[in-house]
């Protein structure tokens, strides 16, 4: 997308003028230093925005609603969230034992979280599609496997690429899995 002329990106991050800087050399990138819980800040990155892309892990309890708030009030309809697989207890043997374990139970509180934020999200009036994704790998495959809510994953590794791809599928149909809460794994041999 980056290479795109059609398409204008605005990235938001902590630091993102040190962290981002070889994106920011491109003339249809814009850069912006900032924290979900800084409205000003938050709000006018926002605003002009077709499409918000959310690549984070909550630890603030006011953090998703934040976002919903600002892109409800600048009118932004369509957002794709990065999130974890497992949060609907949909893991299969053995990855489900070891998914638990790393993250300290699924009662825990980064999966309460987790299940929060995705509640959130499907209950706002913004058109989502949350990715449940598995441990990212820097495999070059940009092949994955969709798997739709409540059914049960086996959690193979999934490449950034195959992530990245379907993003920019996404990004260039947002009708693409509108309203969803889909899992994505790597295929299985």
């Not at 040190?18 to 990155?45: I, M, P, S, T, W």
């Not at 697989?85 to 893991?91: H, K, N, V, Y």
């Not at 940009?142 to 690429?161: D, F, Q, Y």
Request: hydrophobic content about 40%; glycine content about 6%.
């Amino acid at each position: 997308m980056i290479n795109d002329p059609d398409v204008t990106l605005t990235l938001f991050a902590h630091n993102a003028q040190e962290r981002l800087r070889e994106y920011g050399k491109h003339d249809n990138v814009q850069l912006v230093d900032g924290d979900f819980l800084d409205k000003d800040v938050r709000d006018k990155a926002m605003n002009g925005q077709d499409m918000v892309v959310l690549a984070y892990m909550p630890k603030k309890d006011l953090e998703a609603q934040t976002i919903v708030d600002a892109m409800e009030k600048a009118s932004v309809k369509r957002c794709v969230i990065t999130g974890a697989f497992g949060i609907f207890d949909e893991l299969e043997e053995p990855m489900r034992s070891k998914q638990e374990k790393l993250a300290h139970g699924y009662d825990g509180p980064l999966y309460k979280q987790l299940k929060k934020d995705a509640k959130l999200f499907d209950e706002s009036s913004v058109d989502d599609t949350y990715l449940r994704m598995p441990w990212l790998n820097d495999d070059d495959t940009e092949k994955l496997e969709v798997v739709p809510k409540g059914t049960m994953m086996h959690g193979a590794g999934v490449s950034r690429k195959a992530v990245a791809k379907l993003i920019a599928e996404i990004v260039a149909d947002p009708s693409k899995f509108a309203n969803a809460n889909i899992g994505l794994q790597g295929m299985q041999d």
